[in-house]
């Protein structure tokens, strides 16, 4: 079936620095969706985007729809940003299907 | 943002019994979803709908039913609730197309003993 890689899975840095978080699928995706997950909490989406590049705050997402791979770039990160980063996929064929990876771990110290 | 209700939040089931995961979604979006997550397999998608009285299964359906009475509501039923159903339970809802975000409730913590 259907499969969602994220890289890496886990990742420590120090307040300030930059993050960069890949996400690669099995197959064409029409629409691909980041999420952020404290433990414990639910998922909050940080950015929809199926195609090209898109910004929000620090954050940047990547999708480059043919080479079947998107990323997340996070800029002068803060300690609030630890958590769990994931990325899900939505397949072609008009189908409703939402495919997660099993998310980057994102822990940043001072 | 788009609001998912779901409850309850937490459940302590008999292994046997009937469980249902309620979700309500105030938003008018055509789309539900259910999800469980457990350490080590990430979120793995259950049953989900397309709109009221439709549901679909996702890739992991087995042990599982799923109902859409309405637009707004959509329910995970366990018949015969079993120990290997204990996870965390999300429920999510979203419109259709490709700039379309998807948003999902709180979560319900089920535990079958």
């Known amino acids: 079936g259907q499969q969602v890689q994220q890289s890496p899975a886990s990742l420590v840095l120090q307040e300030g620095e930059n993050a960069e978080l890949q996400c690669n699928f099995s197959?064409?995706?029409?629409?691909l969706q980041w999420f952020y997950q404290r433990p414990g909490g639910s998922l909050v989406s940080l950015l929809s985007?199926?195609?090209g590049t898109k910004h929000t705050g620090r954050l940047t997402s990547t999708t480059v729809t043919k080479e079947r791979r998107g990323s997340l770039h996070i800029s002068s990160s803060q300690i609030t940003d630890s958590g769990t980063y994931l990325c899900?996929?939505?397949?072609?064929?008009?189908?409703?299907?939402?495919?997660f990876g099993e998310g980057t771990k994102l822990t940043v110290s001072s | 943002e788009a609001a998912v209700t779901q409850s309850p939040r937490n459940k302590v089931a008999v292994t046997g019994g009937k469980v249902t995961l309620s979700c309500n979604q105030t938003?008018?979006?055509?789309?539900m979803y259910w999800y469980r997550q457990d350490t080590g397999h990430g979120l793995r998608l259950i049953h989900y709908?397309?709109?009221?009285?439709?549901?679909e299964k996702g890739d992991i359906p087995d042990g599982y039913k799923a109902s859409r009475p309405s637009q707004e509501n959509f329910s995970l039923i366990l018949e015969l609730a079993t120990p290997s159903q204990t996870s965390v339970y999300f429920c999510?809802?979203?419109?259709?197309?490709?700039?379309?975000?998807?948003?999902f409730g709180k979560g319900t913590r089920l535990t079958v003993v």
């Open positions: 197959s064409t995706a029409t629409r």
């Open positions: 985007n199926p195609s």
């Open positions: 938003n008018n979006h055509n789309n």
């Open positions: 899900a996929m939505g397949n072609q064929g008009g189908s409703a299907k939402l495919i």
């Open positions: 709908s397309y709109g009221a009285g439709s549901t």
């Open positions: 999510a809802s979203g419109d259709a197309g490709i700039n379309t975000e998807v948003f």
